[in-house]
């Protein structure tokens, strides 16, 4: 069974879904890593993010592994190496946004989703898993937020994670990601048509995950 999960940045998909996952015993796939550990990648060769046709050779030679851990965390490992804490950092949250929009980049990325999604149940979040990944999954959800609260939500994630960062760095940030992730050219950001549309605003983790588990079961 394939379990979509999309929405915009802050909205807390990645957290329901990784719970989801745990819950159901399904692995767990968080295709924005998969963009922010290619940045890494550019970033480290000096590889200029909007040089489309190096950035996609890049994507061709990367190895990204995704590796769901016992206690339900999970790592990202880029050629071998664990990049999980280095993919969160400001300097790679400020122009992923900028290499998912590169349509050829997209198609190596979707085309490595579609391989580990043909391996068994999994829940995936992302922008684009219901409407262009898996447009067939079984079931699919859009987890929204208030703009407000998902800036609050992202600076306390970011605060928790060591980062200093402001309010407004937050705010400026997901609204400029919020632009680009809905106004690409290449599979933009949209709610699929029989995606359950559920607003976290005034909503605790646990109960946006009762709410999804209560479509499943
Ligand atoms: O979910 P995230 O913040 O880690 O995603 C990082 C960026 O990757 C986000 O700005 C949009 C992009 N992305 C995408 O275009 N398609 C996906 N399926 C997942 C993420």
Do not use: W
């Amino acid at each position: 069974m394939i379990i979509a999960v999309d929405g915009p940045s802050g909205a807390g998909k990645s957290t329901v879904a990784r719970i989801l996952a745990k819950k159901l015993g399904f692995l767990y796939i968080d295709t924005g890593a998969m963009y922010r550990a290619l940045t890494l990648k550019a970033l480290e060769n000096n590889v200029p993010i909007n040089d489309r046709l190096r950035i996609f050779k890049l994507a061709e030679g990367a190895r990204i592994d995704l590796h769901n851990n016992a206690d339900g965390s999970l790592s990202v490992v880029l050629d071998g190496r664990d990049v999980s804490l280095d993919i969160r950092k400001p300097k790679i949250t400020q122009v992923v946004s900028d290499l998912a929009k590169i349509k050829e980049v997209r198609q190596v990325l979707v085309k490595l989703q579609r391989e580990l999604g043909a391996k068994g149940d999994c829940v995936l979040d992302g922008r684009d898993i219901g409407t262009v990944v898996f447009p067939d999954a079984q079931k699919k959800f859009f987890i929204d937020a208030s703009p407000e609260e998902r800036v609050n939500r992202r600076f306390k994630e970011l605060r928790g994670l060591g980062q200093d960062v402001s309010e407004d760095d937050v705010a400026k940030d997901l609204a400029n990601r919020d632009k680009i992730d809905s106004t690409r050219k290449a599979s933009p950001l949209r709610k699929a048509e029989d995606a359950i549309y559920i607003d976290t605003t005034k909503l605790s983790i646990e109960q946006v995950v009762g709410k999804m588990m209560g479509h499943i079961s």
